[in-house]
């Protein structure tokens, strides 16, 4: 595991699987971890949207700012008569999609230790692929200044 001593904005752009900042805390260990760090610097967005058949963007990341995805979760309930589902995007790319057969519903979620970052205008958006198909969704992060 690498360990960078520098301040956390410094490391922003060095963040890799593992890395950890030392850091004077005032949490009961000596290891400041990344997540920890954009829980007391940033600015928590908690989103959630609904769609059947359609797309939604639940968020757009600022001019200036930066989006850490550190978790998401995704609800489907399927009645279009054949197997279809949703998925949860981020920066276009989905991290997050299921497809349960019809008359079911399925529920999953994801957590990112190393949490997906997103830049100025790339968004955070839920898919449904058909009709009658509801897809219902959740992503929380941090808005950090870039």
Same mark, same amino acid.
Request: charged letters at 15%; hydrophobic letters at 35%.
């Given at each position: 595991?690498?360990?960078?001593?520098?301040?956390?904005?410094? =490391?922003? &752009?060095?963040?890799?699987?593992?890395?950890?900042?030392?850091?004077?805390?005032?949490? $009961?260990? /000596?290891?400041?971890?990344? +997540?920890?760090? *954009?829980?007391? +610097?940033?600015?928590? %967005?908690?989103?959630?949207?609904?769609?059947?058949? &359609?797309?939604?963007?639940?968020?757009?990341?600022? $001019?200036? %700012?930066?989006?850490? *995805? $550190?978790?998401?979760?995704? /609800?489907? *309930?399927? /009645?279009?008569?054949?197997?279809?589902?949703?998925? =949860?995007?981020?920066?276009?790319?989905?991290?997050?999609? !299921?497809?349960? !057969?019809?008359?079911?519903?399925?529920? /999953?979620?994801?957590?990112?230790?190393?949490? =997906?970052?997103?830049? #100025? &205008?790339?968004?955070?958006?839920?898919?449904?692929? #058909? *009709?009658?198909?509801? $897809?219902?969704?959740?992503?929380?992060?941090?808005? !950090?200044? #870039?």
């Amino acid at each position: 595991m690498a360990t960078i001593n520098t301040t956390p904005k410094k =490391i922003l &752009d060095k963040l890799d699987s593992g890395v950890t900042v030392t850091q004077p805390t005032t949490k $009961t260990h /000596n290891v400041y971890t990344f +997540n920890e760090w *954009l829980a007391d +610097n940033g600015t928590l %967005k908690l989103l959630q949207g609904s769609v059947e058949n &359609d797309s939604e963007t639940l968020y757009t990341v600022p $001019t200036g %700012k930066v989006f850490y *995805l $550190t978790s998401c979760n995704l /609800n489907i *309930l399927n /009645n279009s008569g054949a197997a279809n589902g949703g998925s =949860i995007r981020a920066g276009g790319i989905a991290i997050l999609g !299921i497809t349960p !057969i019809n008359g079911t519903s399925l529920t /999953n979620s994801a957590s990112f230790p190393i949490p =997906i970052k997103l830049t #100025a &205008d790339q968004t955070v958006q839920i898919f449904s692929n #058909a *009709l009658n198909t509801k $897809t219902s969704g959740r992503a929380q992060g941090y808005e !950090i200044s #870039a």
